[in-house]
């Protein structure tokens, strides 16, 4: 059994933020962009599906919805807003596809509309353009590697007329570009044979549109300390997306996936957007997954604590309840992320604080400088409660009323003194 294979068998952490993001964001972006069109029509590719659902684990009956059954629910959802979401899944592995076929007819309500498609994405992105015509289109690339190669993402997705709406996510594996770069440094040990790393080196430059960033691996990686392929890899995603902005235009917004809070990112999720609003719209959605990936820790925390109570054994919680541990550890992690939201919220206030020095800051072009490092964690109800203080202070004008005009439309002014 390969581990590709046992990926379907359990869920992992770092599957609970992708889809935490997959349940939201593509909701939004169909309602958002269908907005004025006569037929309401959105086109869907998930172009590494897998089999629509994950193995059941334990006594449970069926398992875990995989990334085609979310969209099917996204299309289910905005089908009651007259709106069609249109899913075209692809995937290479003939026994997933089936599975994904019976899946889909088992599970998709009536009158949805979706193709499953069996090959190589490759083969069908021509299909999905014709398909989505002028339609806004929204994909999803999820391989257990390397993705289509960059000409081709480059020419295709990234290629379609600029008047139209197109927004990539791309779920690129760092932890790969880590690895992968070890066989240049000389630190990765594997059996693969020297025509195999050959090989597996070029269908990596062909993915990141060339060598270009086999140098800037090495460079990246000379301090040689730890973490520094770790390091070395992060720095291969940014020279990508500045690269798909010098050669298309697209600007990308980055969230990085662990498989717990302080490891190193395995996956860094990367959505290629051209519209203003997306930025806002995504880090909403992206901060509220990455709150239901916290609380999800914190479920595997509690469960591996609650395990190792042993009665022989004394230990903090030496009450004979299990129900009051729980309860004890709920509390805690409560407390923990109030704390968490107050820190986020003095953050967003300093930037605003310091970049409002030069300046009127709208807060949909400036979400960045808005926003620093709690971009993805933090969302609205933090940034109303950061200008909200800045306001008392006499910083900042107060904001409109969100009914008047939607946040992301304002604009933080200085107070002029
Ligand atoms: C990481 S899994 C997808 C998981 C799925 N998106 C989810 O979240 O439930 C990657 C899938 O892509 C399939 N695959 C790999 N290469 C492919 C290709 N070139 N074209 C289409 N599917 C491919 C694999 O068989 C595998 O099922």
Redesign the pocket.
């Known amino acids: 059994m390969t581990a590709n294979d046992r990926?379907f068998q359990t869920k992992q952490a770092a599957?609970v933020l992708?889809?935490g993001i997959l349940a939201r964001y593509p909701t939004v972006f169909t309602t958002m962009t269908s907005v004025g069109r006569v037929d309401g029509r959105v086109v869907y590719l998930?172009?590494?599906?897998?089999p629509g659902r994950y193995e059941p684990e334990g006594d449970a009956a069926e398992g875990e919805p995989?990334?085609p059954l979310i969209a099917i629910r996204t299309a289910e959802t905005v089908k009651t807003w007259k709106r069609t979401l249109h899913c075209v899944f692809?995937?290479?592995?003939r026994t997933?596809a089936d599975n994904l076929r019976t899946v889909l007819a088992e599970d998709a309500g009536p009158g949805l509309s979706y193709e499953v498609l069996d090959g190589?994405?490759?083969g069908h992105v021509d299909h999905v353009l014709s398909v989505a015509g002028s339609s806004p289109l929204f994909a999803f690339l999820?391989?257990?590697g390397t993705a289509l190669p960059y000409a081709e993402l480059r020419h295709t997705l990234l290629g379609r007329d600029t008047r139209l709406i197109t927004e990539v996510l791309l779920n690129f594996n760092v932890h790969m570009v880590g690895r992968i770069g070890g066989y240049l440094t000389g630190d990765e040990e594997d059996e693969e044979t020297t025509g195999g790393r050959s090989a597996t080196l070029a269908r990596m430059d062909a993915f990141l549109g060339g060598p270009w960033w086999q140098d800037e691996f090495r460079n990246a990686r000379l301090s040689n300390d730890e973490g520094s392929a770790a390091r070395a890899a992060m720095h291969i995603v940014e020279q990508f997306r500045r690269k798909v902005h010098d050669d298309t235009g697209f600007q990308s917004f980055a969230v990085p996936i662990r498989r717990r809070p302080h490891h190193n990112p395995l996956f860094v999720m990367l959505l290629f957007y051209r519209h203003a609003a997306a930025p806002y719209m995504f880090n909403e959605s992206v901060s509220k997954a990455n709150e239901e990936w916290r609380h999800h820790q914190h479920n595997i925390e509690t469960a591996e604590l609650l395990e190792s109570l042993n009665d022989e054994q004394p230990n903090l919680f030496d009450v004979d309840d299990e129900g009051y541990t729980a309860r004890y550890l709920e509390e805690r992690v409560d407390k923990a992320e109030r704390k968490l939201e107050e820190e986020w919220i003095t953050l967003i206030a300093e930037n605003i604080r310091h970049h409002v020095k030069s300046g009127p800051l709208p807060v949909e072009a400036r979400l960045t400088d808005i926003h620093g490092t709690t971009l993805g964690l933090a969302r609205p109800m933090h940034l109303t409660r950061a200008w909200d203080r800045l306001a008392e202070e006499g910083v900042v004008e107060r904001r409109l009323p969100d009914k008047k005009l939607r946040m992301r439309r304002q604009t933080i002014y200085p107070v002029s003194r």
């Open positions: 990926f599957a992708k889809h998930d172009g590494y599906a897998g995989g990334s692809v995937e290479r592995n997933y190589d994405v490759q999820d391989p257990f």
